[in-house]
């Protein structure tokens, strides 16, 4: 029978140039774990910090191919504090296994936001006071994608289809 879990992090490329994407390297700070929405952090890349906040070019970690990462899958393999983080600037069309913040409930095509620990979370619209007393940050590029399938984690993040918008 065959396995219905990814062991990659790209399940499909828009990219036109033969289908693969560019891969980037930077320090990363903290442990990192491929699947993972990622920020520069002064010089380093870091997981997002800002739940709902600006995706800043939708950095995703992806799985390190020459890691020694013993018997598991490559996609499970953290990357340490300062090691090097392969990554690419998701465009959108692709589809990448990420992870959804535990508790979450995604239908399938739930808007997904940043969680603000590297993860994502669907997207809870800002109510809006009619009287106009209240105010609130909007941030213009938060959407990160959609979700590709249902996922509902519970006790621990879990992975999610992502078509990345």
């Known amino acids: 029978m065959a396995s219905t879990t990814s062991n990659t992090i790209i399940l499909k490329s828009n990219n036109p140039d033969n289908m693969a994407q560019r891969t980037r390297q930077n320090l990363g700070n903290g442990a990192i774990v ?13 997981q997002h910090a ?5 995706a800043q070019g939708k950095k995703v970690a992806i799985e390190n191919p020459f890691s020694d990462h013993g018997t598991g899958k490559a996609i499970d393999h953290a990357y340490a504090d300062n090691e090097t983080v392969s990554f ?3 465009s959108p069309g692709d589809q990448l296994y990420m992870w959804l913040k535990d508790g979450q409930t995604a239908a399938l095509g739930s808007v997904l936001v940043s969680d603000g620990a590297g993860a994502l979370q669907v997207h809870t ?3 809006v006071n009619e009287a106009g007393s209240a105010t609130f940050t909007s941030y213009v590029d938060a959407i ?9 984690p519970s006790g621990a993040r879990g992975r999610i289809r992502v078509d990345i918008a």
């Not at 491929?34 to 870091?46: M, R």
């Not at 800002?50 to 600006?54: E, K, L």
């Not at 990160?144 to 509902?152: P, T």
Request: proline share 6%; no cysteine.
């Open 88 to 90: 690419i600037f998701a």
């Open 50 to 54: 800002t739940a709902g906040g600006n």
């Open 144 to 152: 990160v994608g959609y979700a590709a399938e249902a996922a509902a």
């Open 125 to 127: 619209p800002q109510a």
């Open 34 to 46: 491929p699947g993972e929405l990622l920020v520069w952090a002064t010089a380093d890349v870091d």
